[in-house]
């Protein structure tokens, strides 16, 4: 068997709507019948069938956009920008290691290259000597 629940003036429950969109707008979330109805004491379903329009002006203010009407917020340009100079440092960090690896691919070919040209022209190498003390 249900609890009796007693009916609610719509003024009360406004007052409560009105709160709760405040602290909506406030923390930039979505205002919840549910949130609603729990605020009251009473259960979504029965929130939904004594109160029907309040429920609906809820779901048209969740379907809404939030408070970022203006364009973007400061932190959002941040995050934003904070995200495109990680990406740019990332293609930057793989150029420079491309461009590394070609280094080292054309000096080993520049000593091959060498050696067969010395090799061809009969080239003789003097051994360097150390002095060992």
């Given at each position: 068997?249900t ?5 609610l003036?719509e003024?009360?429950?406004r007052?409560h709507?009105?709160?709760?969109l ?5 923390s930039?979330?979505?205002p919840?019948?549910?949130?609603l109805?729990r605020?009251?004491n009473?259960t979504n379903?029965?929130?939904r069938?004594?109160?029907p329009?309040i429920a609906?002006?809820i779901?048209e203010?969740?379907a809404a956009?939030?408070?970022?009407r203006?364009g973007?917020?400061?932190h959002?340009?941040l ?11 990332r293609?930057l960090t793989?150029?420079?290691?491309l ?7 054309l000096?080993l070919?520049?000593?091959?290259l ?6 061809a ?6 051994p360097?000597r150390?002095?060992?003390?």
């Open positions: 068997m609890r009796p629940v007693p009916d003036p003024a009360l429950v007052r709507l009105q709160e709760m405040d602290a909506c707008r406030a930039n979330t979505r919840s019948v549910l949130t109805a605020r009251l009473l379903t029965t929130f069938r004594r109160y329009e609906q002006e779901s203010h969740r956009p939030t408070a970022r203006g973007p917020t400061e959002d340009k995050i934003a920008r904070n995200a495109k100079l990680r990406r740019r440092n293609d793989n150029q420079l290691a461009a590394a690896a070609q280094i080292q691919h000096a070919r520049n000593a091959r060498l050696e067969a040209v010395e090799n022209a009969n080239v003789t190498s003097i360097v150390r002095n060992i003390r």
